[in-house]
């Protein structure tokens, strides 16, 4: 997986590679964290079923990220995820605030992460295109 990312054309603006397993240790902690309240408040029936949608949404296609990079190695599609993965973010903040205005606010690293994410995606989408 490294070797792979290693070859890849990257931006001068780009973090070395050993930057992101701490950066989404730290993200996966709130995502676990406050996606298992939302879980819990929605078993128990304190916040509407609808509001989980996104959230299970983000997650698939967060998942889906590393298979469709490095195992795929198709660098469009990955750009196309983490799109989705920001959106998907984006609802989640939108849907929870009215219930859960911390946990809206626990998800603002993770959007400002993915958001720097996604330009990056896109930038090497661009820069490798063949």
């Known amino acids: 997986m490294n070797e792979y990312y290693q070859q890849l054309v990257k931006p001068s603006w780009a973090p070395p590679a050993w930057v992101f397993g701490p950066a989404w240790t730290i993200l996966y902690t709130i995502i676990f964290i406050t996606y298992g309240i939302i879980l819990y408040l929605v078993l128990t029936k304190k916040i509407p079923a609808y509001v989980i949608v996104p959230f299970v949404l983000n997650l ?71």
């Not at 469709?68 to 959106?87: E, H, K």
């Not at 946990?103 to 063949?130: C, D, E, G, R």
């Open 60 to 130: 698939i296609f967060n998942f889906a990220f590393t298979p469709i990079q490095f195992g795929l190695r198709n660098n469009f599609l990955a750009s196309v995820d983490v799109f989705l993965v920001l959106i998907t973010i984006v609802a989640t903040i939108i849907l929870i605030f009215p219930y859960n205005k911390l946990i809206a606010f626990l998800q603002l690293p993770y959007l400002i992460w993915v958001s720097f994410a996604t330009v990056l995606q896109i930038t090497i989408t661009y820069l490798n295109w063949k």
